[in-house]
């Protein structure tokens, strides 16, 4: 069973986000699995193994998706010159 630690902070403008409110994570033990996610502002702690895996595929998606608005970033700015 996994534990949700608070809420995000999020800054538009830069697209930062933080996890906040984190009291019981100093009851993070060694060896404990914890998935830090800032786009929902949730730290889970030992989730288990299909949350796992959803967060596996989250992160490949976010890879795409991060290196394609690199690639249309330098598209249009090749288009400048």
Not at 6 to 20: G, I, K
Not at 32 to 44: A, K, Q, R, S
Not at 53 to 75: G, L, M, P, R, S
């Amino acid at each position: 069973m996994s534990r949700a630690i608070e809420r995000v902070f999020v800054t538009p403008a830069r697209s930062y986000s933080a996890v906040l409110g984190c009291g019981y994570a100093l009851s993070i033990k060694n060896n404990d699995t914890i998935i830090v996610d800032g786009t929902e502002g949730i730290v889970l702690v030992n989730p288990g193994k299909n949350r796992i895996e959803e967060y596996k595929q989250k992160k490949e998606a976010y890879k795409t998706d991060a290196a394609q608005a690199i690639d249309n970033f330098f598209i249009e700015e090749l288009k400048k010159l």
